[in-house]
Nanobody, 129 residues
Framework: VQLQASGGGFVEPGGSLRLSCSASARVFNNYAIGWFRQAPGKEREGVACISSSADDNTYYTESVKGRFTISRDKAKSTVYLQMNSLKTEDTAVYYC??????????????????????WGQGTQVTVSS
């Protein structure tokens, strides 16, 4: 059981990328999905998450608010992370992961990596001039 993350690449500051996270409907439906990132030498941090198909509430870490948008295509069992106005500090490996819906509704648990049970393999995003 795994999520498939894709869409990373190289982009100049100010540019855009769209990441995708997909899996079978059985793996995807009824779960919240989160995007995390890990830069070299740093801990993995939560970036954005979207609740289960029932309500599609979205949450973002402060540093990406207004620049990143998470969305879900229920028919394709895919979650997207649209990243605009990219900065060099956004450079990282980006991972998507699955979690029970209640986890992201509570701030203290929203980015708790140990509660996310299925992870994608990661996709590299490099922002550089």
């Amino acid at each position: 059981v795994q999520l498939q993350a894709s869409g990373g690449g190289f982009v100049e500051p100010g540019g855009s990328l769209r990441l995708s996270c997909s899996a079978s409907a059985r793996v995807f439906n009824n779960y919240a999905i989160g995007w995390f990132r890990q830069a070299p030498g740093k801990e993995r941090e939560g970036v954005a998450c979207i609740s289960s198909s029932a309500d599609d509430n979205t949450y973002y870490t402060e540093s990406v608010k207004g620049r990143f948008t998470i969305s879900r295509d229920k028919a394709k069992s895919t979650v997207y992370l649209q990243m605009n106005s990219l900065k060099t500090e956004d450079t990282a490996v980006y991972y998507c992961a699955r979690v029970s819906p209640w986890v992201i509704k509570v701030l203290v648990t929203r980015w708790a990596r140990n509660l996310y049970d299925v992870w994608g393999q990661g996709t590299q995003v490099t922002v550089s001039s």
